[in-house]
């Protein structure tokens, strides 16, 4: 069963809650700056490419996890039995996803921003990357919402986000890493099949949780 | 103890590949020389582990498809015999699996090293196989931790099967699509020509077949026994 109507207010609902607790968005954001920053002085602004890369999608990645680790915190008790009586789990996971997906993809770029003023933007293409970003980003979002889903229901859910997705967010992380170094490199290559690839482990993600969100969310 | 065919078949096999394995000819290669024997060790290893992981994912489905069902009869409360409950069965039986599959995985994974040694010249490289090695053993030991952070066997068992799947086909991806789209080392991959192509002779496939089948076998019996073990300490609870 899913209702679009049901689909939207949650949506909504995930922005105006997260809009109410600003200081969760803070966090990331600080985060991230800080991340940044640490790599910016220890750099002392002699990176290469190679690196700048990598550190930037290691940036990405545990801000992702950071992240995630809330989104379900706020899901149990009183919360947790309205949300159970009010929609089905798929309305529930894909207002989730989306929310995250969009979260995660807005804070990709935000600290690629950040990352080009303090240690310099070397991308050859722009675009290549921006969407190699954002298609990564959803990725990392698909995975953290599955997992800290699962990571919610647990007894002692200390940590337990990141060992749950790291490992299964490596084959995102890779082919993004590849897409992204060869945007960074060469201005005008083809790196569609790099871009569909992270696609389909999307969709791949997507699907799974859609047929499996169910199993976690009973209770 | 029960004496089933294919348990000695098992055990006939392996016998048979270690002899063969050690004793049989091999074609003379640049580089690999006698190492090639590792094949049968090896590649077999990780053909059984395989096995033994689609046994613990079908298990976990079989477990989700019949969870509510046995919910529903047992009340929702833990059954004090509670192996009879078909629900808990499936799940240890999933748990079980991924434990053999984990062990022939590392074993694999040592062979693996030792060969790399002897044929790249050091025990880990960079290769898109040794990272999906190691991701699939990082993602099993997160299953059991995750296994092992509930206080209800019920939750742990449905959610630690829904981790299951998700998991496993994210693997598969990895270490089944991701590498054919980057260079390796490994033969078949990045212009190195597969093993069928010069070198799995009609010697070698005498032992390699027999290989994968008998170590198989040995994965299922100790999987069967690690179930018969887990049987007894809940009789004993």
Redesign the interface.
Same mark, same amino acid.
């Given at each position: 069963m899913f209702r679009i109507s049901q689909f939207k207010s949650l949506l909504q609902l995930e922005f105006l809650l997260e809009w109410r607790s600003r200081f969760a968005i803070y966090t990331v954001i600080v985060y991230a700056l800080s991340t940044s920053y640490i790599s910016y002085l220890a750099f002392q602004g002699d990176v290469n490419l190679k690196t700048w890369n990598s550190l930037l999608w290691i940036i990405i990645l545990f801000s992702a996890v950071f992240a995630a680790q809330r989104s379900y915190s706020g899901q149990s008790g009183y919360r947790f039995y309205t949300f159970y009586q009010l929609s089905s789990p798929a309305e529930l996971l894909l207002a989730k996803v989306t929310y995250q997906m969009l979260f995660q993809a807005v804070m990709a770029i935000f600290i690629y921003a950040v990352f080009s003023l303090l240690l310099g933007n070397p991308v050859a293409s722009v675009t290549n990357f921006i969407l190699t970003l954002i298609f990564g980003a959803m990725g990392f979002a698909g995975?953290l919402s599955?997992?800290s889903a699962?990571a919610s229901?647990?007894?002692?859910?200390l940590g !337990?986000v990141s060992?749950?997705s790291? $490992?299964?967010m &490596? $084959?995102i992380l890779? =082919?993004a890493m590849?897409a992204s170094s060869i945007a960074l490199m060469d201005a005008d290559a083809d790196i569609r099949?790099y871009l569909y %690839?992270l696609l389909g &482990?999307n969709a791949?993600?997507i699907m799974? =949780?859609y047929l499996?969100f169910p199993?976690?969310w009973?209770e | 103890m029960k004496m089933s065919w294919w348990k000695i078949a098992g055990v006939i096999l392996v016998i048979y590949t270690i002899v063969m394995g050690f004793l049989g000819e091999v074609p003379k290669l640049a580089i690999l020389h006698e190492t090639i024997r590792n094949l049968y060790f090896h590649v077999t290893m990780w053909f059984a582990m395989i096995a033994l992981l689609v046994v613990s994912l079908v298990y976990s489905i079989k477990h989700?498809l019949s969870?509510g069902k046995s919910t529903a009869q047992a009340g929702n409360a833990v059954d004090s015999n509670s192996w009879s409950n078909l629900l808990l069965k499936n799940d240890t039986v999933a748990a079980e699996a991924a434990h053999v599959g984990m062990f022939l995985g590392l074993m694999g994974l040592f062979t693996g090293m030792l060969w790399a040694q002897f044929t790249w010249g050091s025990f880990w490289v960079n290769d898109p196989k040794l990272?999906g090695t190691a991701?699939t053993l !990082? /993602?099993y030991t %997160?299953y059991f931790? !995750?296994r092992g =952070? #509930?206080?209800?066997e019920n939750?742990s068992a449905?959610?630690s %099967? /829904?981790?299951n799947? #998700? %998991?496993f /086909?994210?693997?598969i991806? #990895?270490i089944g699509i991701?590498p054919r789209?980057?260079d390796s080392l490994h033969p078949g991959n990045g212009g190195n020509p597969a093993f069928s192509n010069y070198d799995l002779d009609s010697n070698m496939r005498m032992v390699f077949y027999p290989a994968v089948i008998g170590w198989t076998l040995i994965g299922v019996w100790m999987l069967t026994l690690r179930i018969r073990i887990k049987k007894l300490e809940n009789k004993i609870q």
């Open positions: 995975v599955m997992t699962i229901k647990t007894d002692s859910n !337990l060992i749950l790291v $490992p299964i &490596l $084959p890779l =082919s590849k099949l %690839a &482990l791949t993600i799974l =949780s499996l199993y976690i009973r | 989700l969870d990272n991701v !990082l /993602v %997160a931790i !995750l =952070s #509930f206080n209800d939750k449905r959610i %099967a /829904v981790y799947i #998700f %998991a /086909v994210l693997m991806v #990895f991701l789209m980057t």
